[in-house]
């Protein structure tokens, strides 16, 4: 939902329902959050909260890394507490008694600059796992993308019936081949149903355990591989001659 919420909305997820639920969850958390703190300063004020401890909490989740929890918990202590607070032990300096502080605001707005421009993933960026070839998905458990090589598709995983339409469209003939024998023919070998639809007869022969050809909205004829190619009438109508595909 959060990298494309069109995809989320047709696999019949509840965008307004998940969205309302994040809402009311982040509200609590931050209310809680704020009564734990008033109990433990016992004095608090609107004006105490600006926009700079909106900038750390910025800098925080920049630095340590967005979209996970391991990050935003190593921002939370290298900007907040170490950064932040060990600036309070430096000595002021004779004539100039706010500089120090000043100083450290310029620093925190370099570090959200320079990690932006040259880290932007932060120091603990979001794990991305690619599946091995041949893993059954019961093995994966902690995985919660699958990118298929070539395609460039994101698929959620753990599915019982993987749908590609076209798969190999505007891939060159050698990647598109790769495509086929390594991974979506792993995808079958680990279990999963695999229904792909594709133009690129030959190549789908050559992996498929069934085959339906469709030609105006149903179906011409259907078969084993092995059938379809021992067929003159498929090799005649599709591949313009008589030939052995087996």
Known sequence: ????????????????????????L???????????????????????????????????????????????????????VAFEEATRYIPAIPGRPGLVDDLQWVAIGLLIVLFLWFRPQGVLPERRRRIAAGRPPSARPNEDVLTLAGDGR?????PAVFLLDEPTANLAPQVAAELFTSHVKALAEAGAAVLVVEQRARAVLAISDYTYVLGGGR?????????????????????GATRDLR
């Open 1 to 24: 939902m959060r990298d494309n919420d069109l995809v989320a909305d047709s696999l019949g997820k509840n965008l307004l329902s998940l969205r309302t639920a994040m809402l009311v």
């Open 26 to 80: 982040g509200g609590a958390l931050a209310g809680l959050s704020g009564a734990i703190l008033v109990g433990f300063i016992t004095l608090w004020a609107p004006s105490a909260w600006g926009y700079a401890e909106t900038i750390v909490l910025f800098a925080a989740v920049i630095i340590g890394g967005a979209g996970n929890h391991r990050g935003a918990v190593l921002g939370a202590i290298l900007v907040p």
């Open 154 to 158: 994101v698929l959620m995983i753990q």
């Open 219 to 239: 179906v011409l004829m259907d078969g084993t591989p092995a059938r379809l190619a021992a067929s003159q009438e498929f090799t005649e109508s599709f591949f």
